[in-house]
């Protein structure tokens, strides 16, 4: 296994990400080249630009992934790439590039799941972690509750049913008017520390429904009316708010969060008392995706372990948010049971992807 090199490559959203990583765990080099001007300029993703954005740099990353691990294409075992779930226009940048460098040295494609890669990166940053276990995903794009019960073999306990967490922090934040640069959940969670928690009484999504599932389009709406009452004009940009305006912005900010991390806290609650009896071994409870890097979300998710006699296992926020170790390492789980695919044709034509 200490032989295994993988090259993991990502371009689902908007951060084009490669890094490569040995079979024992050790990180060789790792790059990021974020969208931040295309992010500001549009208050988001627009795929068709983001798609461009990945195309301009995708060889210059994994290039730079290259050379940080002092490594050529020819010494890699196996390129991994994502390719779902996320913007199709997007994962076929990755793609492409994955396939054209496995055809041209000869090596083996493993496809990964982007979702599957947030949850397993966990296990290299914790080797005691063993399957089973539980993970509680947050991103932009989606909101899981599973029980992990071996490599391939997940139960989904919970989904959201329309907007995920990162969605949520990202709309309100562009709504109070914070800079966007870096996406919207780093500005929302920095302001909602000004801000008093409890001031403005956001109600608890789906409190009624007693199972694992999640709801944040509700709790968008309730933010609308509050910055509608409040007279919030996104328009004027935070750092040229008034004091007073500052100050409603940032009530506003940590009241969504506290709720929104409380909708968290709950469904864990009852995904764990689910998966006990299914698997009453369980030891660990994983926080990954986006949001997971979070300094709030990771406090009071660790008042959930603690109470249910369980550990957490959250990565580093570098590993949380959008990266190309995580599907590597995911690459190599996978590698080691002999699952992937032979190296695609070297004179495969584009098209095919
Ligand atoms: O996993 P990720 O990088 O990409 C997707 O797979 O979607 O997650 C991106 C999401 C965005 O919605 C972003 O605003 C959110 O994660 N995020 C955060 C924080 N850092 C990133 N949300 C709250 N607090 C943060 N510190
Ligand atoms: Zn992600």
């Not at 199709?88 to 041209?104: E, I, M, P, Q």
Request: hydrophobic residues 40%.
């Amino acid at each position: 296994k200490d032989d295994l090199v993988v090259l993991g490559i990502e371009t689902s959203c908007d951060d084009t990400a490669a890094a490569v990583v040995r079979g024992n765990g050790e990180i060789l080099s790792q790059v990021v080249s974020s969208q931040a001007d295309l992010l500001a300029k549009y208050g988001g993703v627009a795929p068709k630009m983001a798609e461009e954005a990945h195309s301009q740099v995708i060889d210059q990353v994994v290039q730079e992934a290259l050379d940080k691990a002092n490594l050529t294409a020819r010494n890699l075992s196996a390129v991994a790439v994502t390719i779902g779930p996320g913007l199709s226009l997007c994962l076929r940048v990755g793609v492409r590039k994955a396939r054209k460098l496995a055809g041209s040295f000869n090596l083996p494609i493993i496809s990964i799941h982007h979702m599957e890669a947030h949850c397993l990166v966990a296990r290299l940053i914790e080797r005691e972690l063993e399957f089973p276990f539980m993970a509680l995903l947050i991103s932009g794009g989606h909101n899981l509750l599973i029980l992990a019960h071996d490599l391939g073999h997940y139960i989904q306990l919970g989904t959201t049913i329309d907007d995920a967490i990162g969605e949520a922090y990202d709309k309100t934040a562009k709504w109070l008017g914070l800079d966007m640069s870096r996406s919207g959940g780093p500005a929302l969670e920095e302001l909602a520390r000004e801000g008093d928690a409890e001031s403005i009484k956001f109600s608890t999504p789906m409190k009624q429904h007693r199972d694992c599932n999640f709801s944040y389009a509700g709790l968008k709406t309730q933010v609308r009316l509050a910055i509608g009452s409040h007279n919030i004009n996104a328009e004027i940009p935070i750092s040229s708010a008034s004091s007073q305006d500052r100050r409603s912005r940032a009530d506003i900010a940590a009241s969504f969060q506290r709720v929104a991390v409380l909708h968290l806290e709950e469904r864990c609650d009852r995904a764990i008392e689910w998966a006990r009896k299914i698997e009453p071994s369980i030891k660990h409870l994983v926080v990954s995706g986006g949001v997971a890097s979070n300094q709030y979300v990771r406090a009071r998710l660790e008042h959930v372990v603690k109470k249910n006699n369980l550990q957490l296992v959250c990565p580093p926020p570098k590993l949380c948010t959008d990266n190309g170790v995580m599907v590597a390492w995911t690459g190599i789980e996978h590698f080691c049971m002999g699952r992937f695919d032979p190296p695609p044709p070297a004179d495969e034509h584009e098209d095919y992807v």
